[in-house]
């Protein structure tokens, strides 16, 4: 059962100043769920995946994975950040391949595997392109095609879209839920879009900044397809907004005070 339970989890980073990043973090990830963490940049979200991902060690609390506590990384939790960094050298066939050629998987298996996600992904057509040959999404297409290759239980995906331009993003938005509705991976999911995070998850965790906490859960009604006008989608958003206003009222109280 891919699944996460963050028990009382904080991170401080070192150095001379060392500040809390995350404090006090509780949260359970369901096997299956598309799970979007909202909050403004330096909020620590990128920081939360970190530890998800076993990149990142929490300073104190537990991550565990399948109820066991997490000590680094791992092939069934694929990563996806906002560059995909493609090897230049490599086609994209090359690129998506180089998961399962590290672990010596046999010809025909990395063929069919890379061709089923770059098939899935939208790229049939594209595989001996070089990534210079690529736009933006395309390229984050790749970095998907690449992660799901590998066979992870879980996708962890860190701002994927965030440097493609909008139309191409709304695009890639609904062909991510296809592939989620297809393959039902566990899919945790930061941005800082509030739009993107209700079309996305069925929960949108919202952190508040200074130290990262949870300010708030959201649910988000199980509807497919979903629609970017629905009624109840654009009042969870509104919902948001409102909660995001008041943890700026907060700060700017102590501010003053
Ligand atoms: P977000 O992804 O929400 O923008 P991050 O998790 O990247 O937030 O960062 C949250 C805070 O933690 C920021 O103030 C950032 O400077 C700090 N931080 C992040 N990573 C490190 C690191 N490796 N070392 C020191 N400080 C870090
Ligand atoms: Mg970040």
């Known amino acids: 059962m891919a699944g996460f339970t963050i028990n009382g989890v904080s991170k401080v980073y070192g150095g001379a100043n060392p500040t809390e990043t995350l404090s006090n973090i509780d949260l359970k990830i369901e096997d299956g769920e598309f799970l979007s963490i909202l909050g403004p940049s330096g909020c620590g979200k990128s920081t939360l995946l970190e530890l998800l991902a076993g990149l990142q060690l929490p300073s104190s609390g537990e991550v565990l994975f399948d109820g066991k506590p997490l000590r680094g990384p791992g092939i069934e939790r694929g990563v996806v950040f906002q560059d995909p960094s493609l090897y230049p050298w490599r086609t994209v066939f090359r690129n998506v391949e ?43 297409r790749a970095g998907l095609a690449r992660a799901l290759a590998n066979g992870p239980e879980v996708l962890l995906m860190d701002e994927p879209f965030g440097a493609v331009d909008h139309l191409t993003r709304l695009q890639l938005q609904d062909d991510l839920l296809n592939i989620w509705e297809a393959e039902r991976k566990t899919v945790v999911f930061v941005t800082h879009d509030v739009s993107e995070a209700v079309f ?49 009222t907060q700060e700017h109280l102590e501010y003053i005070i």
């Open 200 to 248: 996305l998850g069925n929960r949108v965790v919202l952190l508040s900044p200074r130290p990262g906490r949870i300010k708030q859960i959201f649910h988000v009604p199980n509807k497919r397809p979903r629609k970017r006008d629905d009624i109840e989608l654009v009042s969870i958003q509104n919902d948001i907004y409102a909660a995001i206003h008041d943890v700026k």
């Open 98 to 140: 180089l998961g399962l050629e590290l672990r010596r998987a046999t010809k025909a298996e990395r063929q069919e595997r890379v061709q089923k996600y770059l098939d899935m992904v939208g790229l049939t057509g594209f595989e001996h392109k070089y990534p210079h040959h690529l736009s933006g999404g395309m390229k984050q």
